[in-house]
């Protein structure tokens, strides 16, 4: 299973492993407080970088969505080319972003 990054407002980053189909903590699970989910080391597809926003995951498939009919690129296509590569060289400026 995929380990996620997790950031709590009161206890800070932690990680959880779950599986991809679970969804994102809300809560932390030491304290109850709120907690954002960071970047997704190994986990389906992420879209980051000028005009698209991590915070939710529907959000983000909805994006890929949008953009495969904007563009009219086959989906399995997409997410074997172009956008890994655009996800990992937006990846260090994203964690900026994050953390910042
Ligand atoms: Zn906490």
Known sequence: MPMYDYKCENCGRFEKEQRITEEALQECPECGGKVHRLIS?????????????????????????????????????????????YVKESENTTHKALEA
Do not use: E, H, M, W
């Open 41 to 85: 080391k190994n986990v389906g597809i992420i879209l980051k970088g000028p005009g698209f926003y991590n915070t939710d995951n529907n959000v983000i498939k909805d994006r890929v969505r949008s953009l495969n009919k904007d563009r009219q690129v086959d989906n399995q296509a997409l997410l074997d080319g172009d956008v890994k590569s």
